[in-house]
């Protein structure tokens, strides 16, 4: 009878691949698939933002373009209204000028033009994960005009 004699453990593999060896690629694909599930999130988050943004932007806008048209054009004036998830909050006064713009403002009353800046909060969400946005221009209209609404 002959014996049998086993090959060393080295020569016995077959081609398959050991537990150790897949538990190993199992973790580095469940590493990179949480690397991408969290840059995809990221990513997601910024698109939600950018789209409040700008649909803030556009609620800006199109009260920004009522303003002396259906929004009267005068000083001390205030308004509020909402436009479907977002809520505004508009007021008219005297433009003051900064520091480096007093010549504007001196430019304005020799041309007998009457500057109103216009600024205009927009706001969504429920707190504690609320925003708002300041919206701000100046306007101009003759001063003339100015009495008469005065």
Do not use: C
């Amino acid at each position: 009878m002959r014996s049998r004699h086993l090959p060393p453990v080295s020569m016995r593999r077959n081609g398959g691949f050991t537990l150790l060896e897949l538990l190993l690629a199992f973790m580095v694909f469940a590493l990179s698939f949480a690397t991408v599930m969290e840059i995809l999130s990221g990513s997601m988050r910024n698109t939600v933002r950018a789209r409040h943004y700008t649909e803030a932007a556009l609620t800006a806008q199109s009260v920004m373009d009522q303003v002396g048209v259906e929004i009267p054009l005068e000083p001390g004036f205030m308004a509020n209204g909402e436009s479907g998830d977002y809520r505004w909050e508009l007021q008219i006064y005297d433009y003051q000028g900064t520091e480096g713009e007093f010549n504007a403002v001196e430019l304005a009353e020799l041309t007998q033009i009457a500057l109103l800046q216009v600024d205009l909060y927009v706001s969504w969400g429920e707190p504690p994960r609320d925003s708002s946005r300041r919206f701000s221009t100046v306007k101009a209209m003759l001063a003339g005009r100015m009495e008469e609404i005065e």
